[in-house]
C-alpha cells in the first residue's frame, strides 16, 4: 500500500440512485482501499442502500484540510456536493433525481479541475431517466468534456450555483473513449452516436484527432512507448476495395498513409469482423473501431466485468466501469464489483504516472 504522503485522493460518484452504483459503493467501503476514496453524493442513498443490502456503514464527512488517507472496512468518507429530490429506490427510476445524478458528477469534475481530487470514478448513470428530465445527455464521456472546457474557459474550478446543470450538445473538447480490459483495449472514434449518423462523422480531422489522442493516451497513461493500433474500416470486410462503401477509400486510407509516414504505428483499416481474431490481437495495443456497437460487444463479450472506461483527452483523469445500471440486481447483493475496483486500480495508476 502507498504510504500516507503518496496516497491518492479520489472522487467516487455513485451514479444512478436506483441503480447498482451505490450497492457497489457500500460493497468497496467494506475492505481498506489502497487510496482516499471519497463518495461524492448524498450520504442518505448510502446509507439507506447499506441497510437495504444488510452491511455495515459509518460514514465520515469528508476534511478537505486534512491528509489524504483510507477509511476503515466498514466506513467511508463522503462529499454531500448533492442532494437527492427523492429517495432512490432500488430498481425505480425517478427522473426527478436526474439533475441531482449531474450535479454529483458536476461536483466532481470541477473537483478535479481545481485539485481537490486527483481522479474521478463513475459508477453507471441511466442515460434515458437523464434525458426523461427534459436533460440533454448522451453520456458521462461528452458531460464531462462540455464541463471541463465550461470550467475552464470560464477560470471558475468551483461548480457555478445556479444553474448547475446546463444542456450538453456537442462536446466541444472531443474525447476518446477506451474500455481497457486485461485481453484487450478498444476504443472509439466515435461514442454515443446514432448509428444512421456515424458514417458522416468519420471525417479525417476528427479521426486525426481520435488517432492522436489515443496514441498519447496509451503512451501516458499506460506506459505504452510507439502504441501499436489495429483501426477498423467502417463497411464490411473494410469496404472490399471500394465495392462495399467508400468510407476507406475517401477517408481513412489516405489519413492513416499520411500518420504512418509520420511515424505513428496504424495498421488498417482493418475489417472489424477478423480484426479481434488472436493471431491480429498478439502486437496490438488497442482497436480503434468506429462506432459503438462495432468494438464494445467483443470487448465486453472477453473482459466484462474486469474491464475500465477510461475517458482519454480531458485535463482530468476519469475512469469508469464496463457495466451499466443493472436495475434488475439493484438492493439484492448479487452486483460484481470487479469492474470499479479495476476503475479504481486504474485510477490510481495513472495519476501515479502522471508527470
Ligand atoms: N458507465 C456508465 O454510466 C454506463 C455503462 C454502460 C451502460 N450504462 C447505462 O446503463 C443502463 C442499462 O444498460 P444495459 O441494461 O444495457 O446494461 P447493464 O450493464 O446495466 O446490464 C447488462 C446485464 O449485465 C448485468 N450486470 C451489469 N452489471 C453487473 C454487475 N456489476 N454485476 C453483475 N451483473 C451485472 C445486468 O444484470 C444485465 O443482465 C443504460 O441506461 C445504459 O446507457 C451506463
Ligand atoms: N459506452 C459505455 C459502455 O457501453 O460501457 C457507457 O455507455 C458509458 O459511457 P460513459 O462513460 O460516457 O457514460
Redo the contacts with the bound molecule.
Keep these: 500500500m502507498s504510504s500516507k504522503a503518496e496516497t491518492k485522493r479520489l472522487a467516487l460518484t455513485p451514479g444512478e440512485p436506483a441503480g447498482i452504483g451505490p450497492d457497489l459503493c457500500v460493497a468497496l467501503a467494506q475492505q481498506t482501499q489502497a487510496v482516499e476514496l471519497v463518495a461524492v453524493c448524498d450520504p442518505d442513498l448510502l446509507e439507506t442502500r447499506a441497510k437495504v443490502l444488510g452491511l455495515p456503514l459509518a460514514l465520515e464527512p469528508f476534511d478537505p484540510a486534512g491528509p489524504p488517507s483510507p477509511t476503515a472496512p466498514g466506513v467511508l468518507r463522503v462529499d454531500a456536493a448533492a442532494r437527492l429530490a427523492t429517495p432512490g429506490i432500488p430498481g425505480e427510476l425517478n427522473p426527478d433525481n436526474a439533475s441531482y445524478v449531474l450535479e454529483t458528477l458536476n461536483a466532481a469534475c470541477a473537483g478535479c479541475l481545481n485539485g481537490r481530487w486527483e481522479a474521478m470514478v463513475?459508477a453507471?448513470?441511466h442515460?434515458g431517466v437523464i434525458n426523461d428530465a427534459g436533460l440533454a445527455f448522451s453520456?458521462?464521456?461528452?458531460f464531462l468534456a462540455q464541463r471541463c472546457a465550461q470550467l475552464t474557459a470560464s477560470g471558475r474550478a468551483e461548480p457555478a450555483p445556479e444553474p448547475l446543470i446546463e444542456p450538453v450538445t456537442e462536446p466541444v473538447m472531443e474525447p476518446v473513449?477506451l474500455?481497457s480490459a486485461p485481453v484487450l483495449r478498444v476504443a472509439l472514434a466515435t461514442?454515443?452516436l446514432p448509428l444512421s449518423q456515424v458514417p458522416n462523422a468519420i471525417t479525417a480531422p476528427r479521426l486525426e484527432h481520435i488517432i492522436r489522442v489515443l496514441t498519447a493516451g496509451l503512451q501516458e497513461s499506460f506506459g505504452i512507448p510507439r502504441p501499436r493500433i489495429l483501426v477498423c474500416g467502417l463497411n464490411p470486410h473494410a469496404g472490399e476495395g471500394g465495392h462495399l462503401g467508400h468510407e476507406e477509400q475517401d477517408v481513412i486510407i489516405p489519413l492513416l498513409e499520411r500518420l504512418r509516414a509520420e511515424g505513428l504505428n496504424l495498421a488498417g483499416p482493418m475489417p472489424a469482423d477478423t480484426v479481434f481474431v488472436p493471431p491480429q490481437l498478439e502486437r496490438a495495443d488497442a482497436v480503434l473501431a468506429m462506432y459503438?456497437d462495432q468494438g464494445?460487444p467483443v470487448l465486453?463479450h472477453l473482459g466484462f466485468g474486469q474491464a475500465v472506461?477510461v475517458?482519454l483527452g480531458l485535463p482530468i483523469v476519469r475512469t469508469?466501469v464496463?457495466?451499466?445500471t443493472a436495475l434488475d440486481l439493484a438492493g439484492s447483493g448479487r452486483a460484481d464489483a470487479g469492474s470499479l475496483r479495476a476503475a479504481i486500480a486504474l485510477a490510481a495508476e495513472i495519476v501515479t504516472k502522471k508527470p
Excluded at 453520456?139 to 461528452?142: L, N, Q, V
Design positions: 463513475t453507471p448513470v442515460k453520456g458521462h464521456t461528452e473513449m474500455l461514442t454515443h459503438h464494445l465486453k472506461n475517458t469508469s464496463d457495466h451499466g
